[in-house]
């Protein structure tokens, strides 16, 4: 069964960095366009960041919230996509989730959870004040 796997998440102070990875396995994933989400505790789920699928690399698109300091890229060869989370906050603190859609448009950018039908089981980030 295809699937996907965080990893990466932990306890941080405010202002360090983690790098959030998430591997999938099945080779539909490799061209999948992906992303992250993350919902806080008594907050709704929210967008974070995209990687279309392309053969240079994904395009990118980033919440305003994390724009600057977060950095999404993807490794098509190992199947894997990075949140690179740098100037964390008390408010990224979150369950952070990874997303894939198969089968989608080329080059295409997807930023609402509704477009994804694969998620990861999360992993948690905590920054501490």
């Known amino acids: 069964q295809e699937q996907l796997v965080e990893s990466g998440g932990g306890l941080v102070q405010a202002g360090g960095s983690l790098r959030l990875s998430c591997a999938a396995s099945?080779?539909?994933?490799?061209?999948?366009?992906k992303g992250w989400f993350r919902q806080a505790p008594g907050k709704e789920r929210e967008f974070v960041a995209a990687?279309?699928?392309?053969?240079?690399?994904?395009?990118?698109y980033y919440a305003d919230s994390v724009k600057g300091r977060f950095t999404i890229s993807r490794d098509n060869a190992k199947n894997t996509v990075y949140l690179q989370m740098n100037s964390l906050k008390p408010e990224d603190t979150a369950v952070y989730y990874c997303v894939a859609r198969r089968g989608g448009t080329y080059d295409t950018i997807y930023t609402t959870a509704r477009e994804y039908e694969q998620w990861g089981q999360g992993t948690q980030v905590t920054v501490s004040s």
């Open positions: 990687i279309s699928f392309n053969w240079s690399g994904g395009r990118t």
């Open positions: 099945g080779r539909t994933f490799s061209s999948a366009a």
